[in-house]
């Protein structure tokens, strides 16, 4: 066995009604508190109001910024962050799903820095141990970004879509209540769910995996397969909310130490370049192509996977499992919605060309188990683009 490193400093809070813990939970880490949320919505508004009325009793002073916007951007940020500095938050409590999370993460670092998240990207200055306490509280079963280092964010003037990763964006907590989850839509719930499985499934196939993240990832995919359509079937079916729920953790945890492939830096591409494309959606209508690209390179993972979705596999070659998983990924993005083109998202033929131009900014392409060209990320979408 290879040596490898697991790191995990987030304690996790998981099951059901969780969230009557948050005013505990924040009052450890400061006594004013920046609540981060999407808009105001009829799911929101009572939300919001359980969760201060939770920080209160705990002695927590509450602002709440309620800007979050989908692909969250540097302006966004920066919004938060001026309320931040104004209200003189100690601690930020993201409440939602990943665009809330990472907003939070960002503002907690643009709140304490000079100049704006943009300038503590990946590949530049780090911050500080000035960046704020976060407290993650999910409401989707997709992003994982409740037990996560990364923060992603979308240059407003550019469309250019980066990362904040560091280990001072871990959430001190996450609180994970899958009560939250429960009156999520079929398409959002179709969208996130996908996400759990790609980051189970690249962090499989990551150069840089392990027997620990594995030993995750095939949990995470199982639970995925097993339980997501029922989800999206029956939003209130709260054993397949619970079982979707952890394997949302599962798979972040993955992330946190592995990391991604091929599909999110072309998904997270998409994502700046088109905003009103969900994560989950730019992954989902490049998944088929990339799984046809990439399980040559790779027969024995896609063939273990293959068999977790078709147990008929087994019978069958490695070779022949890995080409038949592609086929079983194919049939589950049907079974739950996915199915998707790029022009039906509502990108255009030029985005298509800029999105290929940009898919290797992120480094997530070196990490896939066959490392493609910008002319090859080119003819994957281009296949995406009218898809039937």
């Known amino acids: 066995m290879e040596p490898f490193a697991y790191f995990q400093p987030t304690e996790i809070r998981f099951g059901c009604g969780r969230l009557a813990e948050v005013g505990e939970v924040v009052a450890r880490y400061g006594s004013r508190c920046l609540v981060v949320t999407v808009p105001m919505t009829d799911y929101v508004r009572p939300l919001m109001e359980r969760i201060t009325a939770h920080l209160t009793t705990a002695g927590v002073a509450v602002a709440h910024f309620d800007g979050v916007v989908p692909n969250p951007t540097t302006d966004c940020v920066t919004a938060g962050a001026t309320l931040a500095k ?3 938050a100690d601690v930020i409590l993201g409440v939602g799903g990943g665009s809330s999370m990472d907003t939070a993460k960002a503002i907690a670092v643009e709140a304490t820095h000079p100049g704006t998240c943009w300038d503590y990207l990946f590949f530049k200055t780090p911050p500080t141990t000035k960046t704020l306490p976060v407290i993650a509280v999910s409401t989707t079963s997709g ?11 979308t240059e407003t003037a550019t469309k250019t879509k980066s990362a904040l990763y560091n280990s001072l964006l871990y959430p001190r907590v996450a609180i994970v209540d899958p009560e939250l989850v429960v009156s999520l839509p079929p398409h959002v719930t179709a969208s996130t769910g996908f996400d759990v499985f790609t980051h189970a499934f690249e962090s499989y196939l990551h150069v840089g995996g392990s027997p620990y993240t594995d030993l995750l990832a095939l949990a995470a995919i199982r639970l995925v397969v097993d339980y997501l359509p029922r989800a999206v079937d029956n939003g209130a079916d709260l054993d397949a909310r619970e079982h979707m729920a952890w394997a949302d953790t599962l798979a972040g945890l993955c ?3 592995a990391g991604v492939t091929l599909p999110h830096g072309i998904g997270m591409t998409i994502g700046g370049q088109c905003p009103q494309i969900m994560h989950g959606e730019s992954l989902a209508v490049t998944y088929p192509e990339f799984t046809r690209y990439t399980f040559p390179c790779a027969v024995e993972r896609f063939a273990a996977v293959g068999r977790i979705f078709n147990p008929a596999l087994a019978k069958l070659s490695d070779e022949k499992a890995a080409e038949g998983s592609c086929q079983e990924v194919d049939k589950f993005l049907q079974r739950i919605g996915m199915w998707l083109s790029l022009k039906g998202l509502g990108a255009s033929e030029e985005d298509v060309v800029a ?6 900014v992120l480094p997530d392409y070196k990490n896939n188990p066959r490392v493609a060209t910008r002319d090859e990320i080119f003819a994957m979408l281009t296949r995406s683009y009218a898809r039937v």
């Open 143 to 153: 992003t994982g970004s409740q037990v996560t280092q990364v923060a992603v964010v």
């Open 86 to 88: 104004a209200f003189k």
């Open 355 to 360: 999105i290929a131009d940009h898919s290797q």
């Open 255 to 257: 992330i946190a130490n």
